[in-house]
């Protein structure tokens, strides 16, 4: 979507994602025509009111629910099982890359795309 100057999330680029990937692809997901939820950490960067403004106007409605902030990580199921393999294969890639005197760049995000989409499949979710 976008790359913010310090590589942190902000509000807008949340927004973006939500509105320009996650219900996009929820929606095509989604064949039963129910509602669709969402859940976040209640950090303040990572949802806004025009975030819940926009889902809330989505056909299908999108619910967002938010988690106290800073606790995904023992509330999220995801967090431990499909993240948590996430976040150890980025940092392996990371530091293979480190090893091999290679920089970390925009196109290690393209590489690391690839990798992921190897284990974050539906079967596995």
Same mark, same amino acid.
């Given at each position: 979507?976008?790359?913010?100057?310090? =590589?942190?999330?902000?509000? %807008?680029?949340?927004?973006?994602?939500?509105?320009?990937?996650?219900?996009?692809?929820?929606?095509?997901?989604?064949?039963? =025509?129910?509602?669709?939820?969402?859940?976040?950490? =209640?950090? #303040?960067?990572?949802?806004?009111?025009?975030?819940?403004?926009? #889902?809330?106007? *989505?056909?299908?409605?999108?619910?967002?629910?938010?988690?106290?902030?800073?606790?995904?990580?023992?509330?999220?199921?995801?967090?431990?099982?499909?993240? =948590?393999?996430?976040? @150890?294969?980025?940092?392996?890639? *990371?530091?293979?890359?480190?090893?091999?005197?290679?920089?970390?760049?925009?196109?290690?995000?393209?590489?690391?795309?690839?990798? @992921?989409?190897?284990?974050? *499949? %539906?079967?596995?979710?």
């Amino acid at each position: 979507i976008a790359l913010s100057p310090n =590589g942190w999330t902000n509000n %807008e680029l949340t927004y973006l994602w939500s509105v320009k990937v996650f219900v996009p692809q929820a929606m095509s997901k989604n064949k039963s =025509g129910k509602p669709i939820l969402l859940i976040m950490d =209640g950090h #303040g960067l990572h949802c806004t009111d025009k975030m819940i403004e926009y #889902g809330y106007a *989505c056909v299908p409605r999108v619910h967002i629910f938010l988690l106290p902030p800073h606790t995904t990580h023992k509330l999220q199921p995801l967090d431990c099982g499909v993240f =948590g393999v996430a976040q @150890r294969r980025w940092s392996k890639l *990371c530091d293979q890359r480190a090893m091999d005197g290679d920089l970390l760049t925009r196109d290690t995000v393209v590489e690391w795309m690839k990798l @992921r989409s190897k284990f974050m *499949c %539906e079967d596995i979710i």
